[in-house]
């Protein structure tokens, strides 16, 4: 009488392993694939310097070619590749593999420019191409595993920011300082042509398709563009979170950019050392402040909502001090160290945030909110980030010389205390807000 019971348990446990795996299989691929996204992304602003002097640029052509011209086709774009990406029927494995085809050949493509005009064309493919991979592996990733753990496994897939970040630093440096940029180009962009045809091997869409789908998910499968915005934009807290998150990324892509270039304008450090010393400093920081993030979120998270986004918001206020000595100092191993915490601080935000997103919208929004999120972090940020402290730059230069950078940077330390007042206004409305997670 006892036997069917046992072998039925016996059964469960081996499928609820089988699915464990397979979720595991799909994070490590979708880390990957997300690690190569942020070094074909990050690896200009390492070559931005060779560049310039290679094709004469000025400071602002720097900030339209690393910011601007990447961001208003990645972020236009993502808002109806999302709203593909959360059709029933839509592969999202198969649209990620295209995604990175596109984005790894336009990436091989910037080596081959011989001017500013093609270098911008082809930043702006790789820009067209990555638009369709976060929104769609976000999706991914919430539909395959449990909100107690949403946080981390969001945190997981987010740490290709630090290590592609951390990744392009170091190769183009390198790479940059032996054969020059055009090559640092080819070979981190070869690799994601690769990568594209194996990805379906290895991680399969994860919901029903078809005619199951659409028994499954019901007329709320149908959600138009207006209403799933309607959704994504119905509570406060997605409003602060965004606010916080955009502002972020303003400051992040702005540091990022000019950070490198203050180390070899002022510091005097080449392209290889800058990419070397700082990006494995701070690679490991932003690696290590993203994993607790998300770790920090789902423990205090499970006591108490509002804690999902008390570390951003803690972290970001402490953060500011530290980094505007890290920009004062003028020994360059002193700079680096200074950095470290405030990195790891201010990685921190990646995987709360986008857990919270997920969790304040219906599934059938999910990938829809993704893409809100990324629009206004890549319009604002990637897009205005670079440029903005590049004119800003511009405009010093003339009475402060190649310390304009330095003094940008001062700014943008003390601005972060702004996100860090938006989180802490979010996590108020977490309790009531959050439909899931």
Partial sequence: MSEKPA?????????STSVAAKTRTMLWVLLIVYILNFLDRQIVNILAEPIARDLKLSDSDIGLMTGLAFALFYTFLGLPIARYADRPSTNRVGLISVSLAIWSGMTVLCGMAQNFVQLLLARIGVGVGEAGCTPAAHSLITDAVEPAKRSSAIAFYGLGIP???LLGLIVGGIVNDLWGWRVAFMVVGVPGLLLAFMVPMFIKEVRARGADAAATTGASGALS???ALREVFSTRAFVYIAIAASFTAFLGYGKGVWALILFQRSHGLSAGETGLLLGVALGIAGILGTWLGGYFADRFGKTDRRHMLTTPAIGMAVAAPILFLGYAVTEWHVAIALLFVPTVLNA?????????????VQPEARAMASAVMLFLQNLIGLGLGP???????????PTLGTESVRYVLYGAAWLGLIPAFFFWRASLRLGKELKSG
């Fill in 387 to 397: 440029l903005l402290f590049g004119m800003a730059s511009e405009e010093l230069k």
């Fill in 7 to 15: 072998l039925a348990l016996g059964a469960g446990s081996q499928a």
């Fill in 163 to 165: 290590i592609g970040s």
């Fill in 225 to 227: 563009i207006g209403q």
């Fill in 348 to 360: 921190a935000y990646y995987g709360p945030t986008f857990a919270c997103v997920h969790g304040l």
